[in-house]
């Protein structure tokens, strides 16, 4: 079975910076595909970001520019860094690793208030 487990997160000020860090137990080598995903309140979960096993990332348009996918395999994580943070970006983030399936984080609250 996969455990797929966020840590970061939290409540962050307006243009400020929060990472966000996944583990995801088992080798990586299963997967191929890592991605991040957010749900805004009220509204469907939409991607974020994702990155391939060779290494390629993907960033939607209103995170271009702003946010970092990156990942490590030895360590077996999926990081976001995020930067310039607004309210807007305000969401419950998740991991995911698919290998066929989509494996899921249980979600990490991100806050941008002042």
């Known amino acids: 079975q996969v455990h797929v487990v966020e840590s970061g997160g939290g409540l962050v000020q307006p243009g400020g910076s929060a990472n966000l860090s996944c583990r995801i137990s088992?080798?990586?080598?299963?997967?191929?595909?890592w991605a991040w995903y957010r749900q805004l309140a009220g509204k469907g979960r939409e991607v974020v970001a994702h990155?391939?096993?060779?290494?390629?990332?993907t960033y939607a348009d209103f995170v271009k520019g702003r946010f970092t996918i990156s990942r490590d395999n030895a360590e077996n994580t999926v990081d976001l860094q995020m930067a310039s943070l607004q309210v807007e970006d305000t969401a419950v983030y998740y991991c995911?690793?698919?290998?066929?399936?989509?494996?899921w984080g249980q979600g990490i609250q991100v806050t941008v208030s002042s």
């Open positions: 995911a690793a698919i290998d066929g399936h989509f494996h």
């Open positions: 088992g080798t990586h080598d299963r997967f191929y595909l």
């Open positions: 990155i391939r096993s060779d290494n390629v990332t």
